[in-house]
């Protein structure tokens, strides 16, 4: 039975709620741009992704940082949960984030290193309303590429941040809490609520309809039952076992939404939980790196922003049986114990990214996977958290970018050479046409 081609871009829909679905083999060849080119195919190519996903208060720097350059580097301590993903990741030394630095601002490297990060623009000390940054590197991609998709950039986090007042040395709070920037003067918030991440992702009608499916406690999949049920009939054998996958996936992550709702939030001494927030960290980490991969999956944005912590947080980590807060222990003065600590949080964290890199390639997309066609930056604005050094910045690059990157290696970079310098060699390699970025100076050598 010959099987009728459909569109990249189907959708099932029912009720309020569209769901996007992932590349089939019913929707043609999917082929990467590389053998494209070089065989004279044809057919459609893998989106290039990139997500950008930021850890605070800086690392143990001499367990981050391996000792061989090259492809022949050994993991350290802290990286050794990358294993798997190794040769799909390169490790960037020597990056550095001036704007970060005073410059002649004085205290507020919390802050700063969260708001340069970014944009490499230097944020402007004020406590008021007169915020002032610059364009992040999503922004800048979303405002030329964005249109291609439902929803232009994602941006997400872990911990709610507030929008105003003094948080870091006379620096507004919305600088130590804020990754994306759609302008100099106009940050973008971040969501911290899985349930409405993922609402935002697959509804069409925000209000009643999500309504009516909470009250009655129905996944988005009966709302679209029938056309789901249509659709099978449409494709493949392998499509038709890939969908039930892809079904299965998000209904389990409605069914972790609900379960993690019975559950009262996770006290913060800082902020006060939004509702419906899992009451464990890694849930809730995990639970939001899973929409990432759903989001990228399904194409509905190929741009994300993801913060595990906001820049100077003091949470804990009772998951890994560390009550001290984090911001505290960063600035451990040489003692080995407080030491210690961060190593483990430095490790707890990467074991995240780890979780996110591994899901992503064990998805096939094409001759390759999701990974594949991804590039996943993990890094942080401060290296050094005891001293608030933004040099030579902890900086992971890892997917193939759509053949772009020439991943599974140890770059080190010169002294000061700039972070934005990255970001405008990711924009690149998203087909956005920038000729700068913040105090970028060009791109970086070595990446393909």
């Given amino acids: ?19 996007a679905l992932p590349w ?29 996903l930021y850890s605070p208060n800086g690392k143990i720097m001499e367990k981050w940082t391996p000792e061989q350059v090259g492809a022949n580097f050994e993991l350290t301590e802290i990286l050794r949960p990358l294993q798997n993903v190794k040769d799909k990741t390169l490790v960037l030394s020597g990056l550095t984030a001036d704007k970060a630095r005073a410059n002649g601002d004085g205290g507020g490297d919390h ?13 402007r000390k004020t406590s008021g309303t007169d915020i002032h940054a610059g364009i992040s590197v999503d922004q800048a991609a979303a405002s030329q590429i964005g249109e291609k998709t439902r929803i232009p950039s994602l941006e997400l986090g872990i911990e709610p941040g507030y929008r105003a007042g003094n948080c870091d040395s006379g620096y507004s709070c919305v600088y130590s809490a804020t990754m994306a920037w759609k302008s100099a003067t106009q940050p973008l918030p971040k969501e911290v609520n899985p349930k409405f991440a993922f609402d935002r992702l697959f509804s069409t009608e925000p209000n009643a309809e999500i309504s009516q499916r909470d009250e009655e406690r129905k996944s988005i999949l009966d709302f679209v039952k029938q056309d789901s049920k249509d659709l099978i009939h449409k494709v493949s054998e392998n499509d038709a076992r890939k969908l039930d996958e892809y079904f299965s996936a998000i209904r389990d992550i409605e069914m972790r939404i609900a379960s993690a709702e019975k559950f009262p939030p996770i006290e913060n001494i800082e902020y006060s939980a939004p509702e419906k927030i899992p009451a464990h960290f890694q849930e809730h980490v995990r ?41 505290n222990l960063s600035h451990h003065g040489g003692d080995e114990a407080k030491i210690e600590k961060i190593r483990r949080i430095n490790i707890f964290h990467m074991q995240q990214l780890a979780y996110l890199l591994e899901k992503l390639d064990s998805i ?33 690059l890892s997917g193939g970018g759509c053949g772009t990157l020439n991943s599974g290696q140890h770059i080190a970079y010169p002294k000061e050479t700039p972070l934005n310098n990255l970001w405008l060699s990711m924009l690149q390699r998203m087909d956005v046409n920038l000729r700068k970025l913040g105090d970028s100076t060009g791109t970086l050598e070595g990446l393909s």
Wanted: hydrophobic fraction near 35%; proline fraction near 6%.
């Fill in 364 to 396: 096939p997309e094409g001759e390759g996977t999701l990974l594949d066609h991804s590039m996943i930056c993990y890094g942080s604005g401060n290296s050094d958290g005891n001293r608030h050094s933004h040099h030579d910045l902890p900086i992971l």
């Fill in 111 to 123: 802050a700063r290193a969260m708001a340069a990060y970014l944009t490499g623009a230097q944020p």
């Fill in 287 to 327: 639970l939001m790196l899973d929409l990432i991969v759903l989001a990228f999956q399904t194409d509905v944005t190929r741009i994300v922003t993801f913060s595990l912590a906001n820049e100077g947080s003091n949470k804990t980590y009772p998951t890994i049986d560390i009550t001290d807060g984090h911001h």
């Fill in 24 to 52: 089939l083999e019913s929707m043609g060849p999917l082929t990467s741009v590389a053998t494209a080119a070089t065989k004279g195919v044809t057919s459609q190519t893998p989106p290039n992704r990139m997500a950008f």
């Fill in 1 to 19: 039975m010959k099987i009728p081609k459909l569109s990249r871009r189907t959708f099932i829909r029912g009720l309020g709620v569209s769901i």
